[in-house]
């Protein structure tokens, strides 16, 4: 098979296809540069510049001010669930607002490095929503306050920060990083593995407030500490080049392609809301997994009315050119990733397809 598929995978997700189709056009020589990025020190000059470009392209994105730092790791999100903890907890207490499978596995890690309390936790209804403010309590004394603001495996997505009164707040932004704009000043720590919306598996954006850095301590192996990671640029040892140049290739692709993170959020409120307004019209056909105001524009989760027809919409769509829209095995039925690069018309296209599927099995 030559042909692209419309794929909706969770993670690793679709890229843009210009950003595939410059990677493959400068695999074998960057422009004046005479070797491929795969090939070149990540001390020399030639990756120095793709790193500050990815960057700045990021500070530019989301506004980052200047007192937060900005570090590309390794280890996925997941290791982020145990770096917080060990860089931030010291022997107190931080509080997990836990909406779905990843916060869950978050609260896990810092409750093997130290105290992580619950604030407050959806599982009782099956994670389909956000708590509202009144839901839950801070603990005054809490290091940090901790949630996802979108969870890929449910579909459940934060409309705004939850309020924490003035603790800092840590965010698990994996699989809504760049699909809108925010406020990062509300922000203590952000953390983002770059394989649902900013790039390839391999690389991990953490961003994180300088006042933070100085609680973390000494006594921390260097590759697990932010304050090192950052006073090395994140080149303490051979960071994941290719991962990190495709990063500044999507970063730009966002900037000068789409226009920043406002347009960027308004196609993907409109990519969203088709799939949901046909999920809607079904007559109950199609049941979305989340409560309507907090479902996410990311991952949209839905159940047919039985474990056949799931199977044979997913045969179906397949036959279409429609893949990868299994649910996660924990919570079954089906999954749309409509990420970044997930073209409107291919968003058209699975609407079409679900229409014509109801109409014949309703
Ligand atoms: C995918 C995902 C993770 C896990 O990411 P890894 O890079 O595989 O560790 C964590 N949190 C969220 C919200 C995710 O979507």
Redesign the pocket.
Known sequence: MRQRVWNFS??PGVLPLPVLEEAQRDLLCLPGVGASVLEISHRSKHFDAIIQEAEANLRQLLNIPDHYHLLFLQ???????AMVPMNLLGDGSADYIVT?S??Q??LQEAQRVGKGRVAWDGKHENFVRTPHADEYTIDPDARYVHF??????QGVQFATEPSVDDRPLVC?????FLSRPIDITRYALIY?????NAGP?GV?IVIVREDLLSRVPETLPAMLNYRVQSEHRSLYNTPPVFAVYIVMLVTRWLLHTIGGLESMARVNREKASLLYRVIDESNGFYRGHAHPEHRSVM?ITFRLPNEDLEKQFLQEAQAHGLHELKGHRSVGGCRASIYNAMPLEGVQALCDFMKAFAQRHG
Request: negative net charge; glycine residues 18%; aromatic residues 6%.
């Open positions: 969770a993670g280890g996925g999100a997941s290791l982020q669930f779905g990843w916060g596995k978050a996802t603001s979108n969870e890929t495996i698990d932004m994996s699989s809504d983002a593995g770059a394989q649902k598996a991990t991952n």
